[in-house]
């Protein structure tokens, strides 16, 4: 990564712009061209340095429904159990844990019913037990990568 695809992911974290036109705001503020910007987060997303471009809302207030899930799974099917959740488009983070229950991931859904029969097909598919555990108080950590500064050319 250069310079400017570490202003590009601050930007995107921090101060992505709420306008009709984003991307070439953007460009501009990082003194390149709008392609060179699409082909920098393609390029971004491929490496895996970009995972979801999205906003992140509070499920809950647009009635959704959403719980962190654990799945206690053989160490040998791990990623083929990952590759399965992940592709959902209700799973935003999918990681795995030093624990009995070794793969963590969160589940958001337009229903408590879907939710509930998503994870139910997953334990059948996997063979293996999922657990739901929803959020009984929301504790709102703000998390974003510095990609720019001290240290860094």
Not at 66 to 88: G, S, T, V
Not at 117 to 128: K, M, N, V
């Amino acid at each position: 990564m250069d310079k400017i695809d570490r202003k590009l992911l601050n930007l995107m974290q921090e101060k992505f712009p709420l306008s009709a036109t984003p991307w070439l705001d953007m460009a501009d503020e990082l003194g390149i061209g709008e392609q060179e910007l699409f082909l920098r987060i393609r390029r971004l997303k491929a490496d895996g340095i970009i995972r979801r471009i999205g906003g992140v809302m509070d499920s809950r207030k647009i009635g959704y429904h959403a719980c962190l899930c654990a799945a206690r799974l053989p160490e040998e099917r791990l990623a083929a159990a990952a590759a399965l959740i992940n592709p959902h488009p209700g799973v935003t983070h999918n990681y795995q844990r030093d624990h009995e229950y070794n793969l963590w991931f969160t589940l958001t859904t337009r229903s408590e019913e879907e939710l509930h029969a998503q994870i139910a097909e997953w334990e059948r598919e996997l063979d293996c037990k999922v657990l739901c555990l929803p959020a009984l108080k929301l504790y709102k950590i703000r998390v974003a990568f510095a990609f720019e500064g001290e240290g860094r050319e």
